[in-house]
């Protein structure tokens, strides 16, 4: 299942605090290890930058969950 984020009229969200808001990890330092192991996807593709800009649009899976940033 596929879940929205709503940038609530941010321009972005980075990667590593999408993971902490979404509550997919527990703490920044979580979230940078994941994405440093090439844990986590964005539209497809692994991604290791862990300040990653998110615009609307942007698909992004980790651990079986799935979720596409919108405005």
Known sequence: M????????TEFITLNNLLKVE???ESGAVAKQVIDAGMVSVDGAIETRKR???T???EVAFNGNT???VE
């Open 56 to 58: 609307p649009g942007r």
């Open 67 to 69: 979720i596409v940033v």
């Open 2 to 9: 596929t879940e929205e984020f709503s940038l609530d009229g």
């Open 52 to 54: 990653c800009k998110l």
């Open 23 to 25: 509550g997919w990890v």
